[in-house]
């Protein structure tokens, strides 16, 4: 039987290109700030080379063959929805899927010469170069100096640390909050400061690369946008990778978004990646511009 094409479900009409990629660009133009993240460097140094990477949870493959470079000290988005394998991305840079005994990777990424899935990789070892921060905020109960010494004290330290841990303190914008407390609980500090504070204990160990997993999802929009400022900030020095469901987020941080998408078989794949800019404004593929403009979960 074929469907007349007026009868077509929405998804399915015949678009106006034009009207479509208007939409994104209207979109894009009103995010505040949206404009000020984007740099185009496109011979921008990379930091990681994913080729054909797949995840696999026993039989179930969460992500096919996903392929791109993360330019080096930009901020990268991994945008889609939820259960399309954001999460299982991000984990695969720092071996965190190793964790599960059911996850196995195929294919490679590559970060300084050396693919992160090969055999003779230290896990630890790359945990302090590519750190990670999560969802919700999660300081151990101990001092706020503790918890920003703690990796460099593991990793075996040598220098100042009272020094190390303002530095690490002032970089994630809480110093001025807690420089009077830093004998007190962190758990004592709001979610937004607590996640701050997980950020500072990240850079307290000088990785190279961050990784963030929905850091803002469980704050206020006040801490929210504070996280935000501070995600460009860090992108001055470090590479960013950040998982999140907010386009304005995406919009108004990253320089680079990765777009991803599962199948009815429930496969996670890579639908584009580019600069924010073009993702938002000019999608090659019109699943981008339905995800952006909301019309997926
Ligand atoms: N430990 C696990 N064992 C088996 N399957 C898993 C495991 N973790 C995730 N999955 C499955 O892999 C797929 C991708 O999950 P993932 O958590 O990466 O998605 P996500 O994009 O981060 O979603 P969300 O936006 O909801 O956080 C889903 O189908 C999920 O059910
Ligand atoms: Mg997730």
């Known amino acids: 039987m074929t469907i007349a094409p007026d009868e077509r479900p ?17 979109l894009f133009e009103e995010i505040e700030g949206a404009r000020g993240a984007v740099r185009h460097e496109l011979d921008a140094e990379i930091a990681l080379e ?3 990477l797949s995840v696999f949870y026993g039989h179930f493959m969460a992500l096919d063959s996903v392929s791109f470079d993360v330019p080096k000290q930009e901020v990268t988005a991994l945008i889609g929805p939820s259960g399309c394998g954001k999460s299982t991305l991000l984990r695969c840079f720092n071996r965190m899927n190793d964790l599960i005994p059911t996850a196995r990777m195929e294919g490679s990424i590559m970060f300084d010469g050396q693919d992160l899935l090969g055999p003779a990789v230290d896990s630890v070892g790359i945990r302090r170069r590519i750190g990670m921060v999560f969802q919700k905020p999660n300081p151990f109960p101990k001092s706020i100096f503790a918890n920003v010494a703690f990796g460099p004290k593991i990793n075996g330290y040598k220098g100042d640390m009272p020094a190390l841990v303002e530095e690490s ?18 758990l004592a500090l709001s979610g937004g400061q ?17 990784l963030m997993d929905e850091p803002a999802s469980a704050l206020d ?20 990778i950040v998982v999140t469901h907010n386009m304005q987020q995406a919009a108004r941080v990253s320089s680079y978004t990765a777009f991803l998408l599962a199948g009815e078989e429930r496969t996670g794949r890579l639908v584009e990646f580019g600069p924010t800019q073009e993702i938002f404004t000019n999608p090659t593929d019109r699943r981008t511009e339905d995800y952006i403009t909301g019309r997926y979960g």
């Open 169 to 186: 303190l002032r970089r994630a914008a809480l110093w001025d909050e807690v420089k009077d407390d830093l004998d007190k609980s962190a």
């Open 194 to 210: 607590q996640q701050r504070l997980c950020i500072a204990r990240a850079i307290a160990v000088q990785p190279e690369i961050i």
């Open 50 to 52: 994913l080729r054909d």
């Open 10 to 26: 929405d998804l399915e009409a015949p678009r106006d290109e034009a009207s479509t990629q208007r939409r994104g660009a209207d």
């Open 221 to 240: 929009p006040v801490a929210t946008l504070k996280i935000e400022d501070l995600m460009r900030e860090l992108a001055e020095d470090y590479t960013i």
